[in-house]
């Protein structure tokens, strides 16, 4: 017994290291299939010895039981908000230091204060109650001074510790954001509109992270709660009890850091009103490339002597001001709607705006998606609407103020009929097939769009990034017929350049210059440049890791490509399909043959051994929530594991639906770990 004490207590440990270095840090120790072997093995001491399981131990991060509603929390320290500078010039920053030194009474010769700079992160606040270390409540900010009690949702989001390290204060409570980055809230809303597509029903797609992030925190089921990906940094504090504070507010951020809490990186000690201009200056040209939203930047005065010195007025503190950036939501009116021909022939209805200053430019197009979106929202023309652009994101028609909706609006949309059933570009037939959101034009590479698209994609930045391939250059080589497929590419030669209009000798060997340089890739790049339906970046560098080669990828079946992270039906069959048209790996062979190369890595990724459930056997019960039994069956095979019809002591996992039976009984009696599909899902990872 004081063996597995002791055991389980080291396999804590070093979890919570590890999940320290995977979501703070980002800076992984050790494969994930090493982290889970441990996890597995805490998890096995936990159920023979129950009463080994403690509050922090990683095994707690599970998804409890529906909530009837949140049990309020009574702050002890209250949860105040902060003064705002709308202004979005230098005066704002001028306005703060002059009051600050107005109350504390400085005279103008006195040095400039100084000031702790963070961001002001757009998301839900949180206070963390941590006991001796160890996490043991989580309530929002609600009016201040009573906030609700999410300690069973928060404590699912992964960087947030369920132990600081280093810490046995009897009382720590942290303060800080809960938030969605910008791109999981991407994925997210892309699963929601394929899930719609697909036909599910009661399914929507999320207005921005700060909403969704907000939801989720308040949301009574927590099994649909834990399924959003939230991230969290802290700025403050609450009660301390047996905690010695440190002298200065950047000193406490340090600190926290140390004690394994995500803290912004993008913080700064700086001096006086020009050293906080600078500080939002800085800040504003980074604001489009963070992966998140942020509304502005807070500035607090350093010193927490200081700061109680000057104390509140009204419920905000007078040591701090959050200074504002443009807003990333805005008002305008939609003056039409125009049809745009995509790389995969997919027409995307974008709304024509009366020109709005948004997100820090002037947005005149925002996308609406697809027909459906536009429905939903019942988008028509003459409404005044909501248009969103944040970071690099394409701006998009968030919804409709339906109060201002005038009288004479336009009819519901319809995209068929606004195109007449035509390609706005080749004038091929459109068609939308069942169980998709797209409309498409049927011309495929016939369809200058199509080709234009694709070429660009395959160019762009993220992809083979080829220098000096722009837009116009593109609709010139495709209008003159000289680069029918992406392989043509590498095929053009110097005198065909300089041939094209406004092109030069110079540019023209600069574009070949790129599209040398642009030879050497990685197998991640290579894959997503190709344009598969549905393989973005992180699929595709997903599929680049997982199969390490391209030879294993294109062998790859359906069931194989499911196994692969956020792979889902969908997207298998569209991976699929694509390397099964002869013409696809025509073009494939002759980008390799024109010096297309990367590193591969061949063989680890395939072998049986690397498969996630090798040596495992699993029992299906129930109805699954998604997934049939034959593909739940095909899924766990093809990841290496078996399927058995009856529960045994060598049963590795129980896998449970709705209406589970005496398998589910005969599991928790022999103390077989049961999981439900979503716990199926992260297995098969
Ligand atoms: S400090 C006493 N720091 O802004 C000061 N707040 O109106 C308390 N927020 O509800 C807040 N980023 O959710 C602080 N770096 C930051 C922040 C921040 C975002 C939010 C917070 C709070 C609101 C204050």
């Not at 004690?259 to 001096?271: D, E, H, I, N």
Request: proline share 4%; hydrophobic share 40%.
């Amino acid at each position: 017994m004081s063996t597995a004490a002791a055991r389980a207590k080291q396999l804590r440990e070093v979890l919570n290291r590890h999940a320290h270095l995977y979501y703070v840090l980002d800076q992984p120790e050790i494969p994930d299939a090493e982290y889970d072997k441990l996890f597995q093995e805490l998890q096995s001491i936990e159920a023979v010895h129950p009463e080994l399981r403690t509050a922090d131990s990683p095994t707690q991060r599970v998804i409890g039981a529906l909530l009837e509603g949140f049990k309020p929390v009574r702050h002890t320290v209250p949860m105040l908000s902060i003064r705002t500078e709308t202004d979005t010039e230098a005066a704002g920053a001028e306005n703060f230091d002059a009051r600050v030194r107005r109350e504390l009474e400085l005279d103008t010769d006195a040095p400039p204060v100084e000031y702790a700079c963070e961001l002001k992160f757009d998301g839900l606040a949180i206070n963390l109650r941590y006991e001796h270390g160890i996490l043991v409540q989580a309530a929002t900010r609600g009016d201040g001074e009573t906030g609700e009690d999410v300690t069973q949702n928060i404590r699912t989001i992964k960087q947030i510790p369920l132990r600081l390290l280093n810490v046995d204060a009897a009382v720590l409570e942290v303060r800080g954001e809960v938030y969605m980055r910008r791109d999981d809230f991407e994925r997210l809303n892309e699963s929601q509109r394929a899930l719609i597509a697909s036909g599910a029903k009661n399914e929507k797609t999320f207005v921005n992270p700060r909403n969704t992030a907000a939801g989720a925190v308040r949301q009574l089921d927590p099994a649909v709660a834990a399924k959003k990906p939230l991230s969290f940094f802290a700025y403050g504090v609450g009660d301390v009890q047996g905690w010695s504070m440190p002298a200065k507010h950047s000193a406490m951020l340090n600190q926290f850091e140390t004690m394994g809490l995500p803290v912004a990186k993008q913080r700064a000690v700086v001096q006086g009103a020009q050293g906080l201009i600078e500080y939002y200056r800085d800040i504003g040209t980074q604001r489009d490339s963070l992966p998140f939203d942020i509304d502005g930047v807070v500035y607090k005065v350093n010193s927490l002597a200081l700061q109680k010195r000057l104390g509140f007025v009204s419920r905000e503190p007078r040591w701090a001001v959050a200074h504002k950036y443009p807003a990333q939501e805005q008002m305008t009116r939609l003056l039409d709607i125009d049809i745009q021909v995509g790389r995969t022939g997919k027409l995307t209805p974008v709304a024509k705006l009366e020109p709005v200053f948004v997100g820090g430019t002037t947005v005149s197009n925002a996308t609406l998606h697809n027909e459906d979106e536009a429905r939903r929202k019942d988008v028509r023309v003459g409404d005044t609407i909501i248009v969103r652009r944040a970071g690099d994101v394409i701006p998009e028609v968030v919804s409709v103020v339906m109060e201002r909706r005038p009288s004479n609006v336009g009819e519901a949309f319809d995209l068929y009929k606004k195109l007449n059933g035509k390609c706005p570009v080749c004038n091929s037939a459109i068609a939308r097939e069942a169980g998709e959101a797209d409309w498409r034009c049927t011309g495929g590479l016939y369809c200058a769009a199509q080709r234009k698209q694709a070429i660009l994609h395959f160019a762009g930045r993220r992809a083979m990034d080829v220098e000096g391939l722009g837009d116009k250059l593109v609709d010139q080589l495709v209008d003159g017929g000289s680069v029918k497929t992406l392989a043509d590419l590498y095929q053009l030669d110097l005198s065909q350049l300089t041939a094209l209009e406004r092109m030069g000798e110079k540019s023209a060997q600069n574009l070949l210059d790129g599209l040398t340089k642009s030879k050497h890739t990685t197998l991640a790049r290579f894959i997503y440049s190709l344009g598969i339906r549905h393989v973005g970046e992180a699929t595709a560098k997903d599929l680049a890791k997982h199969f390490g080669s391209l030879t294993a990828l294109l062998q790859a079946n359906e069931a194989q490509l499911l196994v692969v992270n956020d792979v889902g039906p969908v997207v298998a069959k569209s991976i699929h399909m694509f390397f099964q048209q002869p013409h696809n790996c025509e073009i494939v062979d002759k980008l390799r043959a024109a010096g297309v190369q990367w590193q591969e890595h061949t063989g680890a990724a395939n072998d049986d051994s690397s498969k996630p459930l090798v040596g495992k056997t699993l029992v299906l019960t129930g109805s699954l929530p998604t997934l049939s039994r034959d593909q739940a069956k095909e899924l766990i095979e093809a990841a290496g594991g078996k399927v058995s019809g009856s529960v045994s002591k060598k049963t590795d996992f129980v896998v449970a639906g709705e209406e589970a039976g005496s398998k589910l009984q005969k599991a928790q009696e022999l103390g077989v770990k049961v999981i439900d599909e979503s716990g199926l899902r992260k297995l098969l990872k």
